[in-house]
């Protein structure tokens, strides 16, 4: 026979499934029709979104008829970049809690906020940029590849983790643009052939050269066309990666 004191922390464990999720971000409960997103509406409303129009190859703001300066000495690598929100405060926190907080659930906010980006429409592969192992074993998992996931259960396209770094580079934080290029050159392989449209995954852009050295890597093991998308974007070349 179940005696009701038995029943006690069973009913404690159910009532706590049942209260709502708090917000990664800002600690604040989640409704419950917003649970899956694991952030509250106002502060994914406090990600600024970057709005058009935009450099048709790298996704910076651009006006209809001027060069863009961002990506005019860019390789024909990647076709399309394109972000969802500005690094800003609220975005850097995200970023933040993604990468060193071991909250890696809020990837699937920021799925959520990359919905809709060109690249992410038709077939295509979602390649995660890989960390270097050192980083990987530190962190425990991939950031981008935890928003890659988050994409694929969005929008359906398969996850293709192929490349590797077959070195590890500095941490980008410091350097200047021509140092960020130069760090990452030749840092990435893909494994195996590659057919089709990728479309690179990332936390940040900041001047592109990490998606730039990736993209290379794919060309090389075949693929026909590579896209790439952030969930944000540095609003100076220079800072954070
Ligand atoms: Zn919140
Ligand atoms: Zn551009």
Request: with cysteine; charged share 25%; proline share 7%.
């Amino acid at each position: 026979m179940v005696r009701f004191a038995d029943l006690i922390p069973v009913a404690a464990a159910v009532e706590r499934l049942l209260l709502p999720a708090e917000c990664l971000v800002c600690q604040d409960p989640v409704p419950l029709r917003e649970a899956e997103a694991l952030v509250c509406g106002a502060c994914r409303s406090r990600w600024p979104r970057i709005p058009p129009p935009w450099c048709a190859r790298c996704g910076s703001p651009a006006g209809r008829d001027e060069p863009c300066t961002v990506c005019a000495a860019w390789p024909d690598t990647v076709d399309r970049a394109r972000s969802a929100v500005w690094l800003d405060e609220a975005a850097r926190r995200a970023v933040h809690h993604l990468k060193y907080d071991g909250w890696w659930r809020v990837a699937d906010a920021m799925a959520l906020a990359m919905r809709g980006l060109e690249p992410l429409t038709g077939r295509l592969s979602l390649v995660p940029v890989p960390l270097g192992s050192r980083r990987l074993r530190r962190r425990g998992y991939n950031q981008s590849e935890r928003i890659a996931e988050a994409l694929s259960r969005s929008i359906g396209a398969p996850v293709r983790d192929v490349l590797r770094r077959t070195r590890d580079t500095r941490s980008q934080t410091a350097l200047t643009p021509e140092e960020r290029a130069a760090n990452v050159a030749g840092a990435f392989a893909a494994a195996g052939t590659l057919t089709g449209r990728c479309v690179l995954v990332d936390d940040v852009f900041t001047t592109g050269a990490t998606l730039l050295a990736a993209a290379a890597a794919l060309r090389a093991a075949g693929a026909e066309h590579v896209d790439a998308v952030t969930f944000a974007r540095a609003r100076n070349a220079v800072g954070q990666d």
